[in-house]
């Protein structure tokens, strides 16, 4: 059989979600369909310090960001929005023409810049009629109100519906019915397929926490870091006040994309501290997960299907802006009793400490409520099977009209 | 058109190694100074990339890795495909940024016509769509031996193209220490592009060094402290193995507390076997990028292969050093550590002739008698500089000129 060329195209704005998210997809589908040829299309600025497997190799684009005033801009490039765009779609339809992939998955928000993925998938419909288009979702991507108006506004449901032969959520229906929350109808609601979560495996085995004292280690992570400077901020000016009396060790990780002035404050204060550890980005993530007691995190997706796949407690520090996804996946796994969310707008050292310490001293609770919440995680290897009966209907790579 | 319209386009194909990237960042970064609003643009394809920090309103496309296995021979490094339809991918890649970046310049780091000639087309495209883009080439001092370099040259019409696509070749290097032009037998046409430049290095000095972060390593302070390092790493483990068989020799009275910094790109096995190997020696193996500069600027002793950047940061930090060549097949490094030893530059051993003892004697004799170099005899250093006042016209420069706004 000729290999299956599969393209993945993701875009992040201001974290690295969707490209660590197309990475882990690309890895699993890299070692589990024979002759797999991928390659990622990403504007993320630190893609080449992550690791990637054989035959997955990627393009990286000039990258866009959203300003201060939220309006989007060119990442570094002195470049007016629409001419990076253009340069940005051109090479796009130059890797969709050459590499002429059979399947094509799109990772990204649908309502960021979507005159960008019309002029893409426009391109592909018309210059690549048998290529099979898949556009992933997270299991929730913000609250039903605001996507529902703004997928309405932007015209994403047409979207969607015009470019895509299915619709990927890597999450489930029962704990979110995007179909119903965000009243998606036939034909676009027959293209979604509920994959379920993404289960992550350490490749490593050795311990990386120092624990010669036995005490409970709490994890610290806001993903990216793009904006996590306030939970971790909060976190040690906690530790900072109780002098040293906390009864467990801390791992706090910034992520990558914190912004090294606001890194470096941070880490000078963590390193003042007994039992705390810092990094910035740690190949040994998943290692840090398994060996924790407890995780606080902001509930970004990636994290949160990290976390389930050791079945960690929680605490849930959602950031709050719109679409405000985290703050209603907290919600929703809070109510499925496998973490407790704090109130975002309440938070301060004395409030996250006591939720902390109450949650490291009282361990067999927890350990009883992750035992009884059952979730799927085998989304990994439910892709596969969708690519698979996507594939069978694409055999050839000659496809291309020009 | 908005915004700033001066817009610079770099190619530079590393496949597994930095050197090229890393000689147009510093290019980059003196372009930045003359002209901060300039926008760059450096088309790479390092798996890494861009590994460095990136200036201000500088960004990178990178293209499908190609590796080189031989001479003018590449390969997928990663993607199932051959090469032929990867040089497909990667030449309407550069192609359309070409033409919708649309550069005022262009420069093109050592292959004429890019790798697997992947340029071919695009060049000839985008110089009938955009004549008034100058379009450079960008040697460094000494690409190999003479003979395989013509003859390579002429078989993939390097000075064909050379000739009718380029407006300059800047030669990152001196004539005083290797014309360029005269080995490699530059037709007229081509001498009269041609400009020496200098030496391209790095110009900031690097963070003062903190003394604790040194004895953090090492059980024991000692009286010197040697830095070795390999670039990209990739084929570095040969001459990190004799210099622990050199230390090894030492013992028990080793003078020095080591580092051996191994770069991104050396085979994991590799790094674990130099750990395993150095045990119970005063030697600290790391991966370490970012801050072996700062390590080989606090260095009594530098030991490094001859790449073109690692021999410029230890001539810009006047650092006594020994470079061990890569044997070949290029002979680009023993030429180079050749001319430089001759002017006592540093010293060097040829690695056919690198053995535990001649190495150890030349450490030890190099950290006991210090290092005195000639400042006659240094070339000139300042290619970075010279190379943007080539690339950023001066009317441009001036604009930049403008009375401070209250505020800045």
Known sequence: MSSLRILMYSHDTLGMGHTWRTITIASHLAKNIANASILVLTDLPIIGRLRLPANVDYVHLPGVVLSTAQEYQARNLNLDLKKLIKIRCKITQSALKTFKPQLIIVERDPLVLPDEMDRILSFVRDKMPLTKVVWGLSDIIGKSDFIVREWTGQQVYQMLDRFCDEIWVYGLMEIFDQIKEYQIFPPLSEKFFYVGYLRAASKYEKNRVKSNHQLPVVLVTTGSGSDGFGLLETYIRFLEKSGGAALFQSVIVSGPMMRTSEKHLLKERAEKLPNVVFHRFSKHFLQLVKEADLVVTTSGYNTLCEILSYRKNMLFVPTVAPPNERLLRAQIFERLGLGELLSPESLNPEYLGEKVTSAVSNPHDSIDRMNSVNIGMDGLDKIVDRIKSLAGVTDSAEHLTD | ?408
């Open chain 2, 1 to 408: 058109m908005g915004k700033s319209d001066f817009k610079v386009l770099i190619y530079s194909q590393d496949g597994f190694g930095l050197g090229h990237l890393r000689r147009n960042l510093n290019i980059c970064l003196q372009v930045k100074k003359r002209y901060p609003e300039a926008s760059i643009l450096i088309i790479a394809d390092s798996p890494v990339a861009p590994f460095f920090k990136l200036p201000a309103r500088c960004d990178f496309v990178k293209i499908p890795t190609i590796v080189k296995v031989d001479m003018g021979i590449w390969q997928p490094d990663r993607l199932p495909v051959t090469y032929r339809e990867l040089l497909q991918i990667r030449s309407e890649i550069i192609q359309n940024v070409l033409l919708s970046f649309r550069p005022q310049v262009f420069l093109v780091d050592h292959m004429p016509n890019g790798a697997l000639g992947e340029l071919a087309v695009p060049l000839q495209k985008f110089k009938r769509s955009s004549p008034e883009t100058k379009i450079v080439l960008g040697l460094r001092d000494i690409l190999g031996a003479p003979e395989v370099i013509c003859e390579h040259w002429l078989k993939e019409g390097a000075y064909a193209a050379t000739e009718t696509y380029y407006d300059s070749v800047y030669v990152y290097g001196c004539s005083e220490f290797y014309n360029l032009a005269d080995e490699y037998k530059f037709p007229e046409a081509l001498i009269a592009k041609t400009r020496y430049c200098g030496y391209v290095c790095r110009d900031s000095v690097p963070r003062e060094f903190d003394e604790q972060a040194l004895t953090k390593l090492f059980s024991k302070n000692s009286d010197w402290f040697v830095m070795v390092t390999g670039g990209g790493g990739s084929d570095a483990s040969y001459f990190m193995d004799k210099f622990i068989d050199a230390v090894r020799l030492l013992s028990p009275y080793i003078p020095f507390n080591a580092i051996i910094s191994t770069g991104p790109f050396m085979h994991p096995d590799q790094y674990k076997l130099l750990r395993r190997r150095a045990r119970g020696l005063p030697i600290f193996i790391t991966p370490m990028g970012g801050d072996t500069i700062r390590f080989t600027r606090r260095a009594d002793l530098v030991i490094s292969m001859a790449g073109y950047n690692t021999v410029c940061e230890v001539l810009r930090l006047r650092k006594n050093a020994i470079i061990v060549p890569r044997a070949g097949p290029s002979t680009e490094q023993t030429t180079r550590s050749r001319i430089m030893s001759e002017r006592d530059l540093f010293g060097t051993i040829h690695p056919t002739q690198l053995t535990a003892e001649n190495f150890s004697e030349l450490i030890l004799s190099r950290l006991q008698n210090g290092h005195h170099m000639n400042e006659k005899l240094m070339p000139d250093l300042t290619g970075a500089v010279n190379v943007a006042a080539l690339l950023v016209p001066e009317s441009n420069h001036k604009r930049t000129q403008r009375p401070p706004t209250i505020g800045d």
